[in-house]
Nanobody
Framework: LVQLVESGGGSVQAGGSLRLSCVYS?????MAWFRQSPGKEREGVAV??????RYADSVTGRFTISKDDGKNIMYLQMNRLKPEDTAMYYC????????????????WGQGTQVTVSS
């Protein structure tokens, strides 16, 4: 049974930081973070795998993705948070490619909420 479990969300003021975690049950070539705000489409935030890292333009320089395959944990360090970063954040995984496209991933977690107040 594939399991991806996110944690670490919460409420923070603009300019603050949060670190999200995703515990995964097995190894995947590529793992990513996506986010979705009410009324908006789910969008890719960052992806990591096989020596590659990619970020959405909106988070480049503020967010850092990493993972520890020895512990089966992926992280998203989020710094200098903005109100527009408010969303449900989802962990995703698969074997395809380092893309920030929803259709690339077949395995998803349930999400963790991040709320940034101004």
């Amino acid at each position: 049974l594939v399991q991806l479990v996110e944690s670490g969300g919460g409420s923070v003021q603009a300019g603050g930081s949060l670190r999200l975690s995703c515990v995964y049950s097995e190894f995947y070539y590529y793992m990513a973070w996506f986010r979705q705000s009410p009324g908006k489409e789910r969008e890719g935030v960052a992806v990591i795998g096989l020596g590659e890292e990619r970020y959405a333009d909106s988070v480049t320089g503020r967010f850092t993705i990493s993972k520890d395959d020895g512990k089966n944990i992926m992280y998203l360090q989020m710094n200098r948070l903005k109100p527009e970063d408010t969303a449900m954040y989802y962990c995703a995984a698969d074997y395809g490619a380092a893309r920030l496209m929803i259709e690339t991933y077949n395995y998803w977690g349930q999400g963790t909420q991040v709320t940034v107040s101004s």
